[in-house]
């Protein structure tokens, strides 16, 4: 949204594109089910599988809860809501979305339980477009912290300073989950 121009949100145009897209997405939908079938997420699952080096189970390890748990999982849950709440209240104070939207991201980022190496590719493009040097910083550290965390040698680098989450009780409940979800 552009500052000094909230009266074209309201206006009859705004309305008719708003309508006009959203009966293209409802087209679009109804081709996808159409070629793929419904197929509705198994979020319960999804939202039980965690990654050794997701931030959320680093805190967990870092706590002495062996992990991410239920109590800790709840807690950034709604750090992640209070997050993208506030970018939304930001992005429509200083009329800066894409920054608002690329830190909405990092929020989920650090929250996010599965998190794998190209997810920081949701960052990325806001980062770029953003006039923001703080949120690029963050984007670039994430960056290097995931592929670093993913890489195939860093199994040397948690051998060599004894980092092993998934050795605690909580961790080997993580890899029967998952262990689980792949057979």
Known sequence: ????????????????????????ELESAKSSVIAFGLHIPDLSTQSSLVTNVSVP????????????????HSVLTGVLVVSVL???VQAWRRGAGVTASGWASV????TLSWVLP???????????????RRLRA???????YLIVAWAPASGFL????????????????HQRIVKELLN
């Open 138 to 144: 963050t984007a670039l550290v994430l960056g290097v």
């Open 1 to 24: 949204m552009i500052p000094g121009r909230t009266s074209y949100c309201c206006s009859k145009a705004a309305l008719n594109k708003m309508t006009e897209l959203l009966a293209k």
């Open 158 to 173: 948690w051998n060599a300073i004894g980092f092993h989450p998934e050795k605690t009780s909580l961790g080997r409940q």
């Open 86 to 88: 506030l970018c939304c």
């Open 107 to 110: 929020a989920l980022l650090v």
């Open 57 to 72: 189970n680093l805190i967990g390890l870092a706590i002495g809860a062996g992990g991410e748990s239920e109590a800790l």
């Open 118 to 132: 190209w997810y920081v590719l949701w960052v990325l493009p806001m980062a770029a477009l953003s006039r923001s």
